[in-house]
């Protein structure tokens, strides 16, 4: 357990019809006495319970905020600490002035992430959970914030566990025959165990399938929109962004700096890349253009290359055409409302397998069957959320790919003879990646290191 309390501004900071400050640790509700005046004093009400007063600078002598403050006792609250939460009325000032005097009698100013932290360390929650947390505050759309609902709600915490015990088992079931080597029971035991671990590399392969879709809710698809220019790139993006209600957001108090911009197709998260470079003059383009893509694309999981239906295509065209098909790409040749001058035989002989849809961002054609073309491209949509568990964040996948490599060097290692007392290592390999999924022995750098990229006062 922590001895020191903690306080933080947990609402964004600004002007705001509320702000809360959010107080944990052992002093929470002593020191937040000392600075409130009410009918009663904080230290005799009943656990979570709110009370009307006054927030006062003792050593001024003077009110600072009128307030309503929660308070709440260890062990049944977030951090499982003893937990004061001050009301304030929004704005900068009186919010501002309540943390110091918080600060100026006993409270520490809480670094980014420390309260979800402290409810790991304290074992309300695994650290799977507590990194669904940010995922839930940073979804871009509703799937995006359900997988991470599920995943805070301990659903993959638990089939982690699951998988976790049987391998336990199969670890204890090992030891006794190991310990006690008979001919006979050795053969049976090479056999129980290929089968156990057959079934656990099903398993971890089965959350694995779910990665791709997984990972695509909770970061967006990269999608780079390429052309030359004046093609309709920023009109398509206009199109894609108004039709869907885009967010279009910043992610204030994280460690990222740069400005993302997400649009919300039919539920998917599409996170466009700046392509500012092909969006220069005409030949300067011609001479940098293809390389400014080559970097767009390197990142790209999804490239949308426009074409101009009213021109005839160009050499930049063609070798946009070239690049693409590396990609999860769609071609999309705009401005159909004009007279056609574009070679459409060579589109489609140069596009290949890439789909080629007809539009006129103009007057509004072809959007639909871009949003359709690019769900069918991520296969996205089969899946009903409610009946799967999806795996979405990187470390975690990395740590299942772990865990299922050293289960399958189990399986193989019995099929080519090797002592069971040799294949017992990678078998207590996987059930400890496994482990580091939910934060059972991860390193304190590590922690730190998930917890610093929350926002303060989480
Ligand atoms: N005002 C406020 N709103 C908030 C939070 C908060 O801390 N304060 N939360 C924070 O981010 C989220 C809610 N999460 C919470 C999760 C657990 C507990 C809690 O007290 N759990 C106890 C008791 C549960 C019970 O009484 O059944 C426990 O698990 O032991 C509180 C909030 C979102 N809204
Ligand atoms: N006729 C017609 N004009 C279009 C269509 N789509 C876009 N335009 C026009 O084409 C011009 C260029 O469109 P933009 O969206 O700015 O093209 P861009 O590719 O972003 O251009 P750069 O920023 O210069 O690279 C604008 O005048 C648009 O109104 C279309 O479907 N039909
Ligand atoms: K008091």
């Known amino acids: 357990m922590e001895t020191d309390t903690i306080a933080a501004i947990s609402t964004p900071v600004g002007e705001g019809g509320i702000s809360v400050i959010r107080v ?7 020191i937040a006495d000392q600075i409130y005046q009410g009918k009663k004093s904080l230290d005799k009400v009943p656990s979570h319970t709110v009370h009307y007063g006054y927030i006062v600078d003792p050593e001024a002598g003077e009110r600072v905020d009128e307030v309503l403050v929660t308070v709440m006792r260890a062990p049944r609250t977030f951090t499982r600490e003893d937990v004061v939460e001050i009301s304030c009325h929004g704005g900068m000032i009186p919010v501002q002035k309540t ?8 409270a520490r100013l809480a670094e980014p992430g420390e309260f979800t932290k402290r409810a790991f360390l304290n074992g309300r929650i695994d650290l799977s959970q507590a990194e669904a947390v940010m995922d839930l505050i940073r979804a871009k759309t509703d799937r995006a914030a359900k997988v991470a609902l599920s995943q805070h709600d301990g659903k993959l915490s638990r089939l982690i566990q699951r998988l976790r015990s049987e391998i336990l088992e199969t670890l204890a079931h090992l030891a006794v025959n190991v310990d006690y080597p008979e001919y006979d029971a050795e053969e049976m035991t090479a056999g129980f165990l290929r089968e156990r671990c057959v079934y656990i590399s099903g398993e971890i392969e089965r959350l694995l399938q779910t990665a ?61 890349l700046d392509t500012a470079g092909i969006r220069e003059t005409e030949d300067v383009v011609e001479r940098i253009g293809v390389e400014r893509s080559r970097q767009a694309l390197k990142q790209a999981d999804l490239v949308l290359l426009l ?39 060579e589109v ?16 509004d ?8 073309a690019i769900t069918r491209l991520f296969q996205l949509g089969k899946v009903e959320l409610a009946d799967a568990t999806y795996v979405s964040n990187s470390r975690h996948i990395h740590l299942l790919r772990r865990a299922l490599t050293s289960v399958k060097d189990v399986i193989e290692g019995i099929d080519s003879g090797v002592p069971l007392d040799m294949v017992e290592i990678d078998l207590k390999n996987a059930w400890e990646s496994l482990g580091e ?9 590590l922690i730190d290191q998930i917890f610093s990229q929350f926002c303060l006062g989480k």
């Open 307 to 345: 074409l101009n239906y009213a021109e005839p295509l160009t050499p930049l065209d063609r070798e946009l055409l070239s690049l693409i098909k590396e990609h999860s790409s769609i071609i999309i040749v705009n401005k159909t409302d004009l007279p056609r001058q574009i070679e459409l035989d």
């Open 437 to 445: 999924v939910i934060g059972d022995s991860v390193s304190e750098d």
């Open 365 to 372: 054609r072809g959007i639909e069957d871009l949003e359709e």
């Open 24 to 30: 944990s640790g052992p002093d929470a509700i002593s």
């Open 212 to 272: 791709r879709q997984g990972k695509i809710y909770r970061e967006g698809i990269k999608t780079a929109i390429v052309g030359r220019p004046n093609v309709g790139k920023s009109s398509l993006m206009n199109a894609l962004t108004h039709e869907n209600k885009a967010i279009v957001t910043d992610i204030p108090g994280t460690t990222r700096d740069v400005i993302e911009e997400f649009v919300n197709v039919r539920g998917i998260p599409l996170k466009l």
């Open 99 to 106: 943390l110091e005097i918080l600060l100026d009698h006993g």
């Open 348 to 363: 489609k002989r140069l596009a290949g397998d890439v789909p080629i849809i007809s539009a006129s961002v103009k007057e």
